[in-house]
Each structure stands twice: as C-alpha cells, then as structure tokens.
C-alpha cells in the first residue's frame, strides 16, 4: 500500500462534506467516499481484531519452537498465520478501498511482528542473569511466549473496543490484559523462567509489540491518537501549497492538531523592510488553524541564519539594531497575540557544531555581534511584553544526544531561567541522520527531554525528519523504528507536549530543496501515501495513551 497509494482512495473530510451537500441538494449521488467514511471504523476495529489474533498465534509458533527445536515447522506456522491474517484484512477491506489505504498492508504488519518476536526470543537467548538456565529452558521460554501471545491479542483487541467508540471497555480490556501479564510473569519468575530477560523488559517488549500491530491495524488518524493521548503532533506548513495542493489543508486538518509556519513568520517575509510588514500568508495559516482547531507554533522572531533582511544585517550600531528588534518582536508578536501558542523566540543560538569558538559557542550572528549574549533574554522578554499569553522557546539542533552541544544548550537554558528570563520551553528540532550522523535511541531522547524538564521546562520536538532515500533498502524500516522511538521517548516525559515534522509531506520537504530531490524524510509520502514511519508514530501515540499520566 504504501508506495502504491493514491490519493484517490482516501477518506477526505472535504470531498465527503461535498457528498453530504449533493445529498442534502435532493441529488441521489451516494459517494463511494462517503460509503468509504461509514465503513471506515468498522474496517479498523475488523483488522484490529485479526491483527490481535495474528499477534498470539506468532508467538505461540515461536514458543513451540523454542521447545521443539523445529525449524520447519516453525516456517510453516508463520506462513499458516500470515495467510490467515492476509486471508481475514482482505476481507475485512473488501469494498471499501479506503480501509486498505487508512491501515498498513498485511504483509507489512506481518513482517515488523514477526521480527520483533523474533527480537524478543533474541533478548531471551542473552547471556543469563542468574544462574545457567538448565534443561528446562526450551519449555520455560515457550511458556513466557506463550503468556505473551495472549498479552499481545489483549492489548492490541483492546484497540478494537476503542476504535469501537467503547472507551471503558477498552481501558479495562487493556487493564485486565496488563494485570494478567504481570501476574503470569510473576509466576514464571518464581520458576526461574526470567534469568535471561527482565520483567521490566519483557513487559515494555510486549507493549511495544502490541502497539507495533496496533499502529499498523487501526484506521484512526494521528490526530485521533494524539487527541486520545492528550498530545500534539504537528507539521510544519506553507500556506501557498493549501491553495495549489487539494489534499494539503484536508489532510493537515486531518492528521494534525498542530501547525508551525514554516517560513512566514520569519524576518524576512513577513518584515522585508523597516516599514513594510507582509501579514497576509501567515494570517492565512493563523486562520485556518483557528477554522479546524489547530494549536499554532510561530516560527521564528529572530534567526540569525536565515531569512534576515539587509536592513537588518547590515545595521550599524546597537542603538539602532536594539530598536529594529523591540520593533520588530512588538509588531509581530503583538498581531498574534492570544492567537500563538508557541513563539519560537530565537531559532539556533549556537554554533553550528557545538564548537565554543570565541563567542562561547554562541552562534556570531549580527545579534551577538551587535547585541552581545544577552539579546535572547532581551528578545524574550520583548515577546513576553507583546504576548504574555504565548509560551516562549529557544530552538536548537543537533542537542538530542548528549554531547558538547547539549551541554551548550543546557548551560543556556539554565542561565536565561537564572537571569529571569521568560522562558519557558525548549525545542530540538530532530533532524536526525544528517549525512550519516548518529540518531538517538530512545532512551537517550528521554533523557535529554528529562534533563531539561528538571529545569522546569517544556520540551518540544519541533522539526522531526531523517535524511533518508529509497536507494537505501533499510530506510524504510528504520525510518519506522526512528518515528516510534523519537515520539515515544519525548512523550513518555509528561514535559513533552509536542512533536511536530517539518513539512506535511515528502514531496514538501526542504530536504528534496535543499540536499536531495529524490529524498523521503517524512511518515507521509508521495501522493499522501502513509509510509512505514506513518504507522511507527501511530504505535508510539497508542503506547504514549497508555503511558502517560
Ligand atoms: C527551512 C525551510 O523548511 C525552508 O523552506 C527554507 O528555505 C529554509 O529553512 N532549521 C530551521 C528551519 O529552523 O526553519 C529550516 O527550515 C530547516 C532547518
């Protein structure tokens, strides 16, 4: 489905709506999108259903295997379970093309489970803990596959009560599901079943495993999933491709409960000379995010990189850039004020590498150089002044793993709340993978996020993409693994309130501009198409529902 979807099979909020009216009209145009739209839930909680069986029947394959040694049979178990749940999603989409192209493909779900059962028997093998496991270790790893086969249809059958509409009984499936994991993994603890593997890890193994099949079953939206979990999940947006592009806005308000101006809040356009504003783009996002209930991050009042008219690059003195600024920040912050949830306030303050030079790793632009260190406490508190309402943020890359330019960041963070500054979250922005740089676990994400929570801080994702391209067969499958990671780290942090990526969609990507045309650094691809990453987020809101406070 994936690569091979189009647009044209999609469930659309706005080609539906126009159906409802030719209806209404006295017109009898039944559209199959509308067909589509009513069926949809049902199909969801179908595939839920059989993704859940297919869930258990896996790991008891493995399981007997584990006793039995037996490697053909195990083969043949996996092709058995395969063909049924490929058998049972054909049928549950039958008629309703817009139920394949809202959920992964069979086979798609069938190999990222398989692979993490696989993973879990792996983690089992591991060096023992304790004692050797001795002669009963094939029957006591089938047994904890065997509890965690009916943890996983559990979990991910509780999907199917929610996509149901049947929030209570989906908690309490889910709860019950929980308790009775943890009890059969006491038992078998007390047998000495879990030398190799912890309780711990094996109960995050099996949730993880749960949500994997779930993000991949359910038709519900990123937008409903992070409703549910009670976070945002944005995109970076231009407004000129709402009106070229009829699936953009539809599909932002669709899957999103946040947009962040890509371009238009910056200097440049929206302040090109000391006189002239240009509001009208970024009043059309602020607008259309009021119409469809999206949260607003403005992006950036001051960047020193990027995007900086002449006026103000080249002003002369302190006095007359401090008054550019005050300027600058009344007039723009001001407009939106009540309107902005997020104000990037100063995008990138640090050097490009984390290298201190001789600024103390403060990026050397005209600011500094003019300003000295402390225009980003003024800058913030300008904002503040012009919108006491918006939470204010420095924005960085290259901080999510600790490191020299983390630390920088950090030392930043705390002085600006030491100096008093108005300050009140952080964003990483997540380009992650850039020509071949490390991306961070999960873990190491979480802490970072942790790190600067302690200091009181919210904590935001603000530009998630990877430097990916399809000339790279693993890409796909690590960009699924990248999204779940990236997503359930931050939010596992009750600071965490947000991940946005920057651009709607691959064909929309700075990167295509910037690095590579043929680039595919988003959960949405060509022609809308839901990518592996696509289903990675969705899992990582569904454990995120379940994790958080
Ligand atoms: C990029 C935009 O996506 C492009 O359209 C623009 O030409 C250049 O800037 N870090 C940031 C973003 O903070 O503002 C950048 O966005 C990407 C890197």
Known sequence: ??????????????????????????????????????????????????????????????????????????????????????????????????????????????????????????????????????????????????????????????????????????????????????????????????????????????????????????????????????????????????????????????????????????????????????????????????????????????????????????ASSATELRALVADHVAAVAGRYAGRVAQWVVVNEPLTFFGDPGDTDGLDPTVFLRLLGPGYIAEALRLAHAADPHARLFVNEFGVEMPGPKQERFYRLARDLLEAGAPLHGVGFQGHLGFFGTPVPTGAELLEAVRRFAALGLEVEITELDQYAFPDDPTALARQHALYHDVLLGCFLSPACGGVTVWGLADPYSWVRVFFRADAIPLPLGDGYARKPAYFGSRAALIQARSARP
């Open 1 to 314: 489905m994936t690569a091979s979807a189009s647009p044209e099979t999609k469930p659309h909020p706005r080609r539906g709506a126009a159906a409802l009216v030719l209806l209404a009209a006295g017109l009898v145009v039944v559209s199959p999108d509308v067909e589509a739209a009513a069926s949809l839930e049902g199909c969801g909680a179908r595939k839920t259903a059989r993704a859940g069986d297919a869930c258990e029947q896996v790991l008891q394959v493995w399981g007997r295997w584990q006793r039995s040694g037996d490697d053909a049979a195990r083969d043949a178990g996996i092709r058995h379970a395969r063909a049924r749940l490929e058998g049972a999603w054909t049928r549950a989409q039958r008629g309703v093309p817009a139920c394949a192209d809202a959920t992964a493909t069979s086979t798609d779900v069938f190999a990222r489970m398989n692979s993490a059962v696989g993973a879990f028997v792996t983690a089992m093998d591991g060096s023992p803990r304790g004692a050797p496991l001795g002669p009963r270790t094939g029957r006591c790893r089938a047994r904890l596959l065997r509890i965690a086969g009916r943890a996983c249809r559990g979990l991910v059958r509780n999907e199917e009560a929610r996509l149901e509409g049947n929030q209570t009984r989906a908690e309490a499936a889910a709860a019950r599901a929980r308790e009775k994991l943890g009890a059969a993994w006491t038992v078998a603890n007390a047998s000495d079943c879990l030398t190799a593997i912890g309780v711990d890890e094996a109960d995050a193994a099996v949730e993880r495993l749960a949500a994997t099949v779930a993000g991949d079953a359910t038709s519900a939206t990123l937008r409903e999933l992070a409703d549910a979990a009670g976070v945002h999940v944005g995109a970076a947006v231009e407004p000129s491709h709402i009106a070229t592009d009829p699936l953009y806005g539809p599909t932002l308000a669709a899957e999103f409960t946040s947009l962040t101006t890509e371009n238009q809040m910056n200097w440049e356009p929206i302040h090109p000379e000391p006189d002239r504003y240009e509001f009208g783009p970024a009043d059309e996002l602020v607008a259309f995010a009021a119409q469809h209930g999206l949260r607003v991050r403005a992006h950036a009042l001051l960047w020193g990189r990027f995007a900086v008219p002449a006026y103000v690059q080249n």
